[in-house]
Structure formats: structure tokens, C-alpha cells
């Protein structure tokens, strides 16, 4: 599973031009998960360059 660290998010959609249907905008400005098992087919983490989505860790 992954989050968007709120802080770290910039709002910028960069997250939904590298994995369409992964993130959304949420009515915040910053982006959401709304497809792990699809983020993590794009490359997780990596699709966004400032570092706002991070994996949680499983418990």
C-alpha cells in the first residue's frame, strides 16, 4: 500500500502523467491513492520526483 506524504506534495500531477489511474487530485490540491496495486506496476515511489508518495508499511 502506498500514501501521499501531504506535506511533501506539491499538487503538481505528476504522480497521474507517470500512472494514470493510480493518483488523483484530491479536493486538497494534492494528490491521492486511489490504485496501490497499479502505483507499484508504475514504479511505486519512484513516479513521483519529490519524493510525496511513500509505501506504508504493512502491519
Known amino acids: 500500500m502506498f500514501k501521499v506524504n501531504k506535506e ?9 502523467a507517470n500512472c494514470p489511474g493510480a493518483t488523483e487530485l484530491g479536493e486538497d490540491g494534492k494528490a491521492k491513492v486511489i490504485d496501490s496495486e497499479k502505483l507499484e506496476k508504475c514504479g511505486g515511489e519512484s513516479i513521483c520526483p519529490y ?9
Do not use: P, Q, R, Y
Not at 51 to 59: C, F, H, T, V
Open 8 to 16: 511533501k506534495c506539491l499538487g503538481c500531477g505528476v504522480c497521474m
Open 51 to 59: 519524493g510525496a508518495i511513500e509505501k506504508e508499511e504493512s502491519k
